[in-house]
């Protein structure tokens, strides 16, 4: 845990003062530190193209008064900055009459350990590790025409110093690797991209030479996308299967679902709290309780324990995702979901884990229903309008589907629905539920922060399917 | 206050030194301190207000063909020390890379023009709250209007870029950029839309009661859309979407896509990638300009590029590290494009509207269905269906798709552009892509 106060001017006593005189009569508010240190390594067209590492060191001060938020940052850590900033937060909300909560629960939990991912393994391991990647890739096929595979690495420490001087700390590791191919063939090139990751260190990652099933599924997707055929257009069925498709919940409906937007009544959903928003069968969570994943936070920015929500149970809206803002302005609680990318950034609600849970029917028997359809087993990434409630995700691999019978791959195409109403349109859930690679970064507000997703195979009835086969 | 360049130099003539000192044979710095003051309205009360003040340095150092890189916010000299050192011990264990070289010292740019792209002007937040005010007054004048959210920022930044070959200069930057996001309701729908202005200068920018006006019209007549079948269309996009294309098309373009062979114009040089009465050029010295600049983030001196004339493909975008691979000397595009844009077509907006009797005309796009190794593209999409050049009713839930390669010969642009953001491009039409629909 990194000690914000031994290379300063500014005594924690001292910092603690300015906390709790500045929040006086705010609603809410703190001081978040953070000290992270990231790492990135790549490799690409046969070289080691680049090897960098960053170091960030600071702080944002927050005060909330009723809804307004007061924010300002600095990375210089000193008595002058948070002085300058308590004035500046001040100066915004000239006159404030609110009553601080002091009362925030705990937690004894941990769902990662302490370990800083970037000293555990050498530069010089990783480097072997990326040239085997590029050889192995090559070896395997002349068709392989490009490789890039990259190690990112982060250590994050924060601390959280509410008024009153509770401190609360977290230490966050996060690791992802990946691997890119493209092949070339008869004149066509397509890539293929996949993933791993979570809060562990490298070589919890990469045992028993798992780089090379990382490699190996990066090329199967490409040479899947070699013999693709254009995409239909139009609306059809589509079965998507398990596991990383979950981000069509997550657009569909986590962002929806987030308190921010219910709040201020802009998101598709805020009138249906308690009404039947999907088919039966369908339950929807956002945990970030889960051991080292992704997603899975501690304590969420604001110092909250995070938790298991259910936002769908049975098909019945049950909960939106708060973080202490929001919860407090809509007479909930926070549901341990307030998180930033980093210390220059507000506090906003944001998903953890989004899952769907598994039902009791099999893929086969999905796509044997199927007269005419498309099968989606990867994607890309998507994108949701909160407010109309259109999503769209991207295919980088999907078949069609013919009489019940898996058919060509298709090319990579958009998928359009509505939030709102594609859940009603799930007519099975599978019983084969699985999280994803390790892989996700969700974007709102300019902040990306890691998260992950997980789902059995479902069969949708119908979405519009954007290929450019009429 | 913005530090002064003398501050920034201190600091960026002290990394170069610590490096050269350790043993690296080379090394480039930048360092650079940006300060934002953001108000954000909603609903006519304030809801936001957020200051941002930060240095950040990055350095890269060389041993011979070996290079590594580090970057900090933290620019006490003790904490540089530490990490120059950390990066030179990289940077020994990095395998070396015949390309990897400081810019050719012939390149680098020597004298600055004055760019007209820093305005002292300070406008304190009281006088943002009054802007936002005029311009929620007006944007939710119409009942239909029931959310507005809006935010004015002022940016101000400088920055130093040295290198050890005696390289060392830069200069400051400000912005100022209003936004305005409104939500509209009636019995069928609920919907979204926008508008924002972005200048360099103060005065520049938009008047609340037309910026809040336009956003609230935009939303208004977005309001019950239909889904329309799917069927083969020639499709009009929006200047703020028409954008997008040429963002699309730089990528293609850079060296890196091209010397890795992963963009669909590769090998495409003096090959006719569009129709004839397209040109496209990337000027980076217009006054005022949002993507204006004096030398690239090498320090290569920028130069108007001709990228495209009467269709035919004549320019990539290339840096030091992808010129050299390709042979090709830098033209000063390390970080890609400067002020982007297409050159005006010969028919005017309406004229345009009315090509084709039947058209959709695309507002907004959503997700990212570009793929710039095969050029197959196909993107989420809401507009208007336009029939003999008159707008019928709004549209939602359709996608467009197509391939560059084959929309690019098809492109043909009003004579309305101007110079909004950083890429401009006229309103465009394209023959013959795909809707998806019902």
């Known amino acids: ?470 | 206050m913005i530090k002064d360049q003398d501050f920034l130099k201190a600091k960026a003539v002290y990394c170069l030194d610590v490096a050269k000192k350790i043993g690296a044979s080379d090394a480039s710095v930048t360092i650079g301190h940006s300060i934002s003051e953001t108000v954000n309205f909603r609903n006519k009360n304030l809801d936001e207000s957020n200051r941002s003040d930060g240095l950040a340095f990055s350095i890269d150092t060389y041993i011979g063909k070996k290079k590594s890189s580090i970057s900090s916010s933290n620019l006490l000299n003790e904490n540089l020390d530490i990490l120059i050192e950390k990066c030179y011990e990289t940077t020994k264990i990095t395998p070396d890379d015949e390309f990897n070289s400081l810019p050719d010292k012939n390149l680098l740019a020597d004298k600055l023009k004055d760019l007209n792209i820093y305005d002292n002007t300070h406008i304190d937040n009281d006088k943002k709250i009054h802007y936002l005010k005029e311009l929620e007054n007006i944007a939710s004048e119409d009942k239909k209007i029931i959310n507005t959210e809006s935010s004015f920022t002022e940016k101000k930044t400088n920055f130093i870029l040295a290198n050890s070959d005696g390289f060392c200069s830069g200069y400051k930057t400000s912005s100022f950029t209003t936004s305005c996001v409104a939500v509209a309701k009636d019995e069928n729908s609920m919907e979204r839309d926008y508008e924002y202005s972005s200048k360099r200068y103060l005065d520049d920018i938009k008047d609340p009661q037309a910026l809040g006006k336009l956003a609230s019209d935009q939303t208004i007549r977005k309001l019950s859309p239909k889904k329309i079948g799917s069927e083969k269309l020639s499709v009009i996009f929006d200047k703020r979407i028409a954008k997008g294309m040429l963002s699309a098309f730089a990528s293609a373009i850079s060296s890196s896509a091209i010397a890795r062979g992963t963009s669909f114009l590769k090998d495409k040089i003096n090959e006719q990638i569009f129709s004839n009465s397209i040109n496209i050029i990337d000027k980076p010295d217009i006054i005022k300009g949002l993507g204006s600049k004096n030398f690239d983030s090498e320090g290569v001196k920028s130069e108007t590029l001709n990228l495209v004339q009467e269709g035919v493909l004549k320019n990539y975008f290339v840096d030091s590290y992808n010129g050299k691979k390709l042979n090709l000397q830098s033209n000063g595009r390390s970080g890609g494009s400067t002020n982007l844009y297409f050159e005006n077509g010969k028919q005017s907006y309406d004229e345009l509207l009315k090509t084709n009797s039947k058209c959709i005309y695309i507002t907004e796009t959503i997700g990212h269905g570009s793929n710039l190794v095969t050029g197959d593209y196909s993107v989420g999409a809401t507009g208007f269906l336009v029939e003999d050049g008159e707008f019928k009713y709004p549209i939602n839930e359709i996608t467009i798709a197509g391939n560059f390669k084959d929309m690019f010969k098809n492109i043909f642009l009003a004579n309305d552009l101007d110079f909004e953001y950083s890429t401009n491009s006229p309103t465009m039409m394209i023959e013959g892509m795909t809707v998806a629909g019902k």
């Open chain 1, 1 to 470: 845990m990194s000690n914000f106060f031994n290379k300063s001017d500014l005594a924690r006593k001292d910092a603690e003062n300015i906390v709790s005189n500045t929040l006086k009569n705010c609603d809410d508010g703190e001081l978040y530190l953070e000290d992270s240190k990231s790492e990135s390594i790549v490799l690409d067209d046969n070289k080691i193209k680049s090897s960098n590492y960053s170091s960030d060191l600071g702080f944002g001060f927050r005060a909330v008064s009723d809804q307004v938020v007061a924010y300002s940052y600095s990375n210089e850590i000193s008595k002058d900055s948070l002085k300058s900033s308590s004035e500046n937060l001040q100066s915004t909300l000239k006159s404030v009459k609110g009553t601080y909560n002091n009362e925030i629960p705990k937690t004894n939990k941990k769902f990662y350990s302490d370990i800083n991912p970037i000293e555990q393994k050498s530069l010089n391991s990783k480097i072997e590790v990326l040239n085997k990647v590029n050889d192995y890739l090559r070896k395997k096929d002349g068709s392989v025409k490009q490789v890039t595979a990259n190690f990112l690495g982060e250590h994050k420490s924060v601390e959280i110093i509410r008024s009153g001087g509770e401190a609360i700390t977290d230490v966050r590791p996060l690791i992802r690797f990946n691997v890119s191919v493209m092949l070339e063939k008869n004149g066509r090139k397509e890539t293929g991209v996949y993933g791993i990751g979570g809060r562990q260190s490298y070589d919890n990652y990469l045992q028993n030479d798992n780089w090379k099933s990382v490699c190996e599924e990066a090329f199967r997707i490409a040479s899947v996308n070699l013999d693709s055929k254009p995409a239909p257009a139009g609306e059809m069925k589509v079965v998507l299967g398990p596991g990383w498709p979950a981000i069509l919940i997550h657009e569909a409906i986590g962002h929806g679902l987030e308190g921010d937007f219910n709040r201020k009544k802009t998101s598709a959903f805020h009138n249906l709290m308690g009404q039947k928003v999907a088919s039966e069968g369908v339950t929807i969570v956002d945990d970030g309780t889960i051991d080292n994943r992704r997603g899975s936070l501690t304590i969420d920015d604001e110092g909250t324990p995070t938790e298991r929500t259910v936002l769908i149970e049975n098909g019945i809206l049950k909960n939106f995702m708060q973080d202490r803002l929001n919860a407090r302005l809509m007479n909930t609680r926070s549901t341990g979901s307030g998180r930033r990318e980093n210390y220059r950034h507000v506090v906003l609600p944001r998903m953890r884990n989004t899952m769907m849970l598994s039902g009791n029917q099999t893929q086969d028997e999905m796509i044997k229903s199927v007269d005419k359809g498309i099968f989606a087993v990867s994607f890309g990434g998507g994108q949701v309008d909160i407010t109309s409630g259109k999503f769209v995700f991207n295919c980088t691999e999907a078949y069609e589907i013919i009489n019940g019978k898996i058919g060509s791959p298709i090319k990579g195409a958009t998928l359009i629905g509505d939030g709102p109403s594609i859940l009603k349109e799930v007519s099975m859930v599978g019983n084969d539920m699985m999280l994803d690679p390790g892989i996700g970064t969700c974007g709102k507000a300019g902040q990306g922060v890691p998260v992950g997703v997980a789902q059995p195979s479902i069969l949708i009835d119908k979405m519009t399917v954007g290929g450019t086969k009429l």
